[in-house]
């Protein structure tokens, strides 16, 4: 091929390949901010405008490069071709440097999620069977604990009842071979306060008074075998009355309700009667005493006045 009369001068030539490496140094400058951390897409349009580039400088040069021989074309071409291979081999282990440890985080959180919903399913089976267990548990102690009660009580029914009742509990109610008429109540209570029953006759004190707080009830009748104090007059019964002490709930002065022994008396069923004050009681029936009280038995004319150690004379 006759050479062209338009054909560069060496230092045309000479300039254009100095142009063309400062090109390539922009590029490979161009590469090294790719290489700082800017992203994939901004380095492929950067390399798609080398790629251009180079493929306008190929074309003006193989327009200038005709006249050269085919070995150095070859050459060109071929040291070419392989500075692209060397780009595109970089630019792919690039690519795989930088996708690969997403992909691997991808997989190890993937993998994590797996394992902890396997745990998940794994702590609720667990939680179900011990809740399972928990609820058999107190389900038996229930069943246990009923079948506990109902023995007892199966054992209460069959064992025999010694408690007296009829005639059997009268007769067991006997002092020195009396049966008596009365039995002390369960709040009965010996008292705090010393009381005493002063006796007068005809208006005139008679012996010594009575003292009444030694034990918590004192039984009046004629039976002085039985009789904590004898009333013989022929109008009174064997077991004529009874004074008991209780204890039952007062209000107190301060207006709060308290507990306190209380003196009461009951007939006993008597003939005659028994009299507070002039005033006949009914029998079987408790009656409240109250300090200065006067009782009488019967037709007996003997007085018997309630006083205690810390009362006005």
Not at 97 to 110: A, G
Not at 163 to 170: M, Q, T, V
Request: proline share 5%; charged share 45%.
């Amino acid at each position: 091929m006759a050479p062209s009369s338009r054909s560069p001068s060496p230092r045309t030539k000479r300039l254009r390949r100095a142009q063309g490496e400062k090109e390539g140094g922009r590029s490979r400058e161009r590469e090294d901010e790719r290489h700082d951390g800017r992203g994939r897409e901004k380095r492929d349009n950067r390399d798609g405008e080398m790629g251009r580039d180079r493929d306008r400088e190929r074309k003006r040069q193989g327009d200038t490069d005709r006249e050269i021989g085919d070995k150095r074309r070859r050459s060109g071409r071929e040291g070419s071709g392989e500075r692209k291979r060397d780009d595109e081999r970089h630019s792919r282990g690039r690519h795989e440097r930088s996708t690969s440890p997403l992909d691997r985080s991808h997989r190890s959180s993937s993998r994590r999620s797996e394992e902890r919903s396997i745990a998940s399913r794994h702590d609720e089976g667990s939680i179900e069977r011990r809740g399972g267990e928990e609820l058999n548990a107190e389900e038996d102690s229930v069943a246990r604990m009923r079948a506990v009660e109902e023995a007892l009580a199966a054992k209460k029914k069959e064992e025999p009842s010694f408690e007296l009742s009829g005639k059997l509990a009268e007769d067991t109610n006997r002092y020195r071979g009396i049966t008596l008429l009365f039995s002390e109540p369960p709040e009965a209570r010996k008292p705090s306060e010393r009381w005493r029953l002063y006796v007068f006759k005809d208006g005139e004190p008679l012996n010594e008074p009575l003292y009444l707080h030694r034990q918590s009830c004192y039984l009046f009748g004629r039976e002085r075998r039985i009789a904590d104090v004898p009333t013989d007059h022929p109008s009174c019964s064997k077991q004529h009355a009874v004074i008991q002490y209780r204890e039952v709930e007062k209000e107190k002065p301060d207006g709060m309700m308290g507990k306190q022994v209380k003196p009461y008396i009951m007939d006993l069923g008597s003939t005659n009667k028994t009299y507070i004050n002039e005033n006949p009681i009914e029998p079987q029936r408790y009656y409240e005493l109250f300090e200065k009280d006067t009782i009488k038995f019967g037709n007996s004319s003997r007085e018997y006045v309630l006083l205690h150690e810390n009362s006005a004379e």
